[in-house]
């Protein structure tokens, strides 16, 4: 029960305390609200992301009211461009140009609060190559930048970078997971490539590699991953039972050559190299 | 700059896939007579630039957005001066980076 107004205990009474209605104090004793369904959990709103205007364009609103946008399944705030400066308007706070790095265009506005505020633009000029620092806005459906850095670019190497940086931080952040896609039951060929030995992944169909990431993760199982000796290939089998013997011993064979498992007591006893 | 055909990066061999189309290239300038630049591609073969506006030096590289007229020659409309150092990227890259640049490209 809530009484008169002294009774506020401390943050776990808030909710009971406003539980009759009226004002509702939000998450005020609620962990920090999760960013939005589907994107990455991970705190990456923080992290500066090297684009291009093309990408940035092409970005999905990561929700209708909150004006924040997702590359790449991750939600974007700061950015980086490279590109030609164009129509450079100076007003008396602050300067707008448009950015245009070959992919397309886009308003930047650059506020001017110090004096290096003001000298760091005046020596960037129409027609300049720049590196813009900011943070992604969008206002009715229009996408602009709001920088906190404009530099102008001095050696030319910069642009190619920044190019080959956009293309990493995509691969990376499109290829760099293969596990995330075992739940759409896809394969694709990323997932040829082994970046863990303890993936358990399990796909429906039984593919060439599907018997390879089962017969995987029947040795990583943590119930027998602990034995000195490891498993016998028939324990595998037995494990496994729709899958055919003789793919699985062909997948135990190529997982020895890769280096993922090796023989113990004879050559019919297999153990992960992961440790148990 | 018309962004509504945004340009793909193009050195001599995948020129041939874009004549008539925007692109942009950088090349190191060989040779410089009255707005009309020979340079050597990414790739090695010379490309022949014209239109060119602003003067560069030769051994400079010179980055060219405009139209390819042939397989062999861009029409500039934007031209700038990288300088006498400059890494370039190589034929591979410069193909991974269609796909940032233009969704209609088809290669």
């Known amino acids: ?276 | 700059m018309d962004t509504s055909t945004p340009a793909p990066f193009v050195n001599a061999e995948t020129l041939n896939m874009f004549v008539k189309r925007r692109v942009r290239a950088v090349v190191q300038v060989q040779g410089n007579e009255g707005g009309m630049v020979v340079g050597q591609s990414t790739d090695g073969h010379q490309l022949t630039i014209t239109g060119v506006d602003i003067p560069i030096p030769v051994s400079h590289f010179m980055e060219v957005f405009g139209i390819a007229e042939t397989n062999q020659s861009i029409r500039a409309e934007i031209c700038t001066d990288f300088g006498p150092n400059f890494g370039e990227i190589s034929h591979t890259h410069g193909l991974l980076i269609c796909p940032f640049v233009c969704s209609t490209m088809n290669y």
């Not at chain 1, 305390?17 to 991970?42: D, I, N």
């Not at chain 1, 707008?96 to 004096?115: C, K, P, Q, Y």
């Not at chain 1, 992604?136 to 190497?157: C, E, I, M, P, W």
């Not at chain 1, 062909?250 to 023989?263: E, L, R, S």
């Open chain 1, 1 to 276: 029960m809530y009484g008169g107004g002294g009774q506020y205990d401390g943050a776990a009474n808030a909710n009971a305390l406003f539980g009759g209605g009226g004002f509702m104090p939000s998450q005020s004793t609620a962990v920090p609200e999760s960013s939005g369904s589907g994107l990455s959990k991970v705190r990456t709103a923080q992290t500066l992301l090297p684009l291009t205007v093309k990408q940035i364009m092409d970005a999905a609103q990561s929700s209708d009211d909150k004006s924040n946008f997702a590359v790449n399944g991750v939600e974007v705030s700061t950015v980086r461009l490279v590109g030609r400066m164009l129509n450079k308007v100076e007003r008396v706070t602050d300067v707008a140009f448009t950015l245009d790095d070959g992919t397309g265009r886009i308003d930047v506005n650059r506020w001017e609060n110090e004096s290096s505020d003001t000298k760091e633009m005046a020596d960037v000029h129409d027609g300049n190559y720049v590196i813009v620092n900011g943070g992604l806005k969008g206002f009715q459906g229009k996408r602009h930048v709001v920088a906190y850095s404009v530099r102008r670019v001095t050696d030319f190497n910069d642009v190619t970078h920044h190019f080959l940086h956009c293309i990493h931080v995509h691969l990376q952040l499109t290829r760099g997971k293969p596990h995330v896609n075992a739940n759409t039951g896809n394969p694709n060929p990323a997932n040829q490539f082994r970046v863990a030995n303890n993936q358990a992944s399990v796909y429906g169909n039984t593919g060439g590699n599907e018997v390879s990431s089962l017969v995987l993760s029947v040795l990583n199982d943590p119930a027998i991953i602990h034995l000195e000796h490891g498993v016998t290939v028939e324990y595998v089998i037995s494990q496994l039972k729709n899958v055919p013997e003789n793919a699985i011993r062909d997948a135990i064979k190529i997982h020895v050559q890769d280096g993922n498992i090796y023989n113990t007591i004879d050559d019919s006893h297999y153990k992960s190299v992961v440790n148990g």
